[in-house]
């Protein structure tokens, strides 16, 4: 059974008087997961404009890829 089946099956034996609390920390988790998104693409947004680490990453792929000369 998977762990999303087992978390119904499981929510479906709670009484009804928990049920609206599970659902406020399932609402929580998304929140959460979804800061978390943001998070990384304003990480990754702000290491995109920064000139200098852009400047050294084309470097550093240049010399890693860069055909060896002599062959």
Same mark, same amino acid.
Do not use: K, S, T, W
């Given at each position: 059974m998977t762990e999303?089946?087992?978390l119904i099956k499981e929510?479906?034996?709670l009484p009804a008087r928990?049920?609206?609390q599970v659902l406020g920390? #399932? &609402?929580?988790? !998304?929140?959460k997961a979804q800061e978390e998104r943001g998070d990384d693409h304003a990480g990754y947004k702000?290491?995109?404009?920064? #000139? &200098?680490?852009? !400047?050294e990453a084309r470097e550093w792929c240049g010399a890693c890829f860069r055909p060896a000369s002599g062959r």
């Open positions: 999303r089946a087992e929510i479906d034996r928990y049920v609206a920390f #399932a &609402e929580c988790l !998304r929140q702000a290491m995109a404009e920064d #000139a &200098e680490r852009e !400047r």
